[in-house]
């Protein structure tokens, strides 16, 4: 799934699906692929993003919430979708389970937020934090997939099911799955709990923890 033109012709194909079709013969989409294509800088990348009316989730966000940090991350953290705060901020991870992860980036990891890239699976807040729909998911996939493309971190940070589900396609339990390394073409994703897990289940910081000292190590041996 590289490009726009593939997100919309998959979106295009689950709402048929929703119809009730089986089978299509009809090419849905017939935009010329140039105009389908992502840019080749971070900048218009995000540019582009954030004028983004693809999905339904469009109509409701106040803002697009494209990521932020270290255009050359080595470690990127991967959320599954904007909060309240990050809606009227604009920015990733900036209420309270984005304080968590602060905390986590810099007590145990011993890194600076500004030094790592945070993004999420959607860019714009699903109503009322509902999980994204896999329309929304697959729809805005092709802006992370660039955004990855061109931060080229060596590791990324699946935090929770959803981001890890739609960054693999493997639908195996975060509880299960939590703390394995796996190794992809280009870096390796190791999925850990979502921070507002841990908030509501305090106890599960222990595993958190075990998973970031193995990011810890990975980062010092610089993989
Ligand atoms: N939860 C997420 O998954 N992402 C954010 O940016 C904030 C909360």
Do not use: W
């Not at 997100?7 to 089978?23: C, H, V």
């Not at 960054?167 to 939590?178: A, V």
């Amino acid at each position: 799934m590289k490009n726009l033109k593939n997100a919309l012709l998959l979106k295009q194909l689950y709402q048929l699906k929703q119809l009730g079709f089986n089978y299509t013969s009809v090419f849905p989409y017939k935009e010329e692929e140039s105009n389908l294509l992502l840019p080749n800088t971070l900048e218009k990348l995000k540019k582009q993003a954030l004028e983004c009316h693809l999905c339904e989730l469009s109509k409701s966000r106040t803002h697009v919430v494209f990521g932020e940090g270290d255009p050359h991350a080595a470690l990127m953290f991967v959320g599954e979708a904007p909060g309240s705060s990050e809606d009227s901020m604009g920015k990733p991870f900036v209420g309270r389970s984005g304080e968590l992860l602060t905390k986590m980036i810099e007590n145990v990891l011993h890194l600076k937020r500004e030094n790592v890239y945070i993004a999420n699976i959607v860019k714009c807040r699903p109503p009322n934090n509902r999980t994204p729909t896999p329309i929304e998911a697959h729809t805005c996939q092709p802006y992370l997939l660039k955004q990855i493309e061109l931060i080229k971190p060596k590791l990324i940070v699946a935090l929770g099911a959803t981001a890890y589900h739609y960054l693999t396609e493997d639908e195996t339990p975060i509880s299960k799955i939590r703390g394995i390394l796996q190794q992809q073409e280009n870096y390796t994703i190791i999925p850990t709990y979502h921070p507002s897990y841990l908030l509501r289940n305090p106890s599960a910081k222990k595993e958190v923890f075990d998973d970031l000292l193995k990011v810890a190590v990975l980062m010092k041996s610089k993989l």
